[in-house]
């Protein structure tokens, strides 16, 4: 099994930044990729980001481009999402979740999940 807890959520004005993490524990070993994803009230949980585990492959959706980045820490088992130029429309609750392979668009084939994080954005 692994754990993932992410942290770094909360209210931004729109055009501010936060950085969300996210640790891992358990069994390590066995993540290939983890992602991020978002959902609001009504709707279906959505791609924004993902990283290869061992490579520096990255993936975003097209609504982050130029503004998210992730990145990984290894050694601390710890992945990042670098939120920028944060929009009304970036508020949601922000699930990190990590993959036993490299397919990393699709929420059906991750393994595990976090608990998810709050972020607010107001206009």
Do not use: H
Not at 8 to 21: E, I
Not at 36 to 60: C, L, M
Not at 64 to 80: C, L, P, Q, W, Y
Request: proline share 2%.
């Amino acid at each position: 099994q692994v754990q993932l807890v992410e942290s770094g959520g909360g209210l931004v004005q729109a055009g501010g930044s936060l950085r969300l993490s996210c640790v891992a524990s358990g069994r390590t070993f066995s993540i290939r990729s983890m992602g991020w994803f978002r959902q609001t009230p009504g709707k279906e949980r959505e791609f924004v980001a993902a990283i290869w585990w061992n490579e520096d492959s990255t993936y975003y959706a097209d609504s982050v481009k130029g503004r998210f980045t992730i990145s990984r820490d290894n050694a601390k088992n710890t992945v990042f999402l670098q939120m920028n130029s944060l929009k009304p429309e970036d508020a949601a609750v922000y699930y990190c979740a990590a993959n036993k392979g490299v397919v990393v668009k699709n929420e059906r084939v991750y393994d595990y999940w976090g608990q998810g994080t709050q972020v607010t954005v107001s206009s």
